[in-house]
DNA sequence: TTACCTTGTTAGTAAGTACTTACATTTGCT
DNA sequence: AGCAAATGTAAGTACTTACTAACAAGGTAA
């Protein structure tokens, strides 16, 4: 019985390749046959491991939550610059959102489908987002350097511009588009809110 | 032969019901047999109207396309002040979102299996919705009222703010959320905007 | 060696899928 | 009434799916 280096690489092969395949042809149009093969264990191996295709989906998104990638995100944000606070939040969330691309891609498809599940997930990760965000305008409201806003919406409207832009590049796969770096982006992105929440 | 009130109708029973199940549980997860059942008609009606299930889906999302929506939107905004021309295409720009919640829940979901035509139909409508902004944009810089910006990003960012608030509030059905009334969201992202772009 | 654990192979099941064929029934127009 | 188009009913095809049973083969630990 040797449970640390084949065993676990053999079920941690099957998940890989049930991400990457969950989500380029979704839940229904991944089937059991396809993962195995792709991941080179036979069929029967991957029902050993998991005694049905749900729970290979759900062990697959938990594996893959956004939360261990969030801590120790923003560390000396509050000694930084306005500006240049919202710069790195900003490029930690374009950041995360690409290590997580494939379980952006389910959760977008199969949102409507299997809620419960992956909403909790989604909704865990946006909110610690947008409350970490708000409670960083609520500080700066008391330094008194802001006008006054609402800060939760503010936070939303923040990471919408951002999801949005990783959505049509990452996502959409936009080729049309003339190419614009993340960089820029960035700063303009920032620029426009800077100035549209300082006194 | 009367193709006029029977005959059509049946058609569009069987587009309508194809919308709505398509939205709901996914091109494959949604069986010809369900979409003909929930239509009232029997199966093989259906494959007489639509000769493959794929034809069916085409013709789903060709019958709901953004773009009829778009027309005649934007009237007026040229001789409006510049905040309340921006919160009017925000409103518009929600009001056709909600008018075609099940067709963005459909894309969403099959974005990654069937791009091609898909990212036709989204693209035309975002990059219309996109070049109309930039284009006002650039006039305003013309007329001297706005600091200098990238149009084209800043219009991307104005609509990726509103999409995400649709998102959160139709797509994602957060019920968590404490709600806040579209006109509350529009004005204060508007703000933002406003505060952000001018000189 | 002996025992165990993990894997592969092969074959199979029961159910569901898109789609078809043949024939009967309804419906509206002339 | 009579014709023709649109629809329904019933049966069936060929295929795929998730999932299982039975047995053999390999490696590891005692």
């Known amino acids: 019985m040797q449970q640390d280096e084949e065993t676990c690489s053999t079920r941690d092969k099957i998940l890989e390749t049930a991400l990457r395949l969950f989500s380029k042809e979704g839940y229904l149009g991944a089937t059991t046959r396809e993962i ?21 989906f759900e062990e697959t998104i938990n594996a893959n939550s956004f939360l261990p990638a969030l801590k120790g995100l923003m560390p000396g944000i509050r000694q930084m610059p306005y500006g240049e606070a919202l710069a790195m939040i900003a490029k930690s969330f374009l950041e995360i959102l690409a290590l997580r691309k494939d379980t952006v891609k389910i959760m977008q498809a199969e949102m409507q489908r299997y809620p419960e599940k992956i909403q909790k997930i989604y909704h865990a990760f946006i909110d610690e987002m947008v409350n970490t965000l708000a409670s960083y305008f609520g500080e700066m409201h008391g330094k008194g350097s802001l006008r006054e806003f609402d800060t939760e919406l503010a936070a939303r409207s923040f990471f919408g511009m951002f999801f949005s832009y990783f959505n049509a590049e990452e996502i959409l796969l936009r080729k049309n588009y003339r190419h614009i770096d993340a960089d820029k982006t960035v700063r303009e992105f920032v620029d426009i809110f800077v100035r549209g929440t300082l006194k």
Not at 42 to 47: R, S
Not at 50 to 56: A, D, G, R
């Open 36 to 56: 195995a093969r792709e991941a080179g264990v036979a069929e029967v191996t991957l029902f050993r491991h998991f005694p049905s295709k749900e729970t290979l």
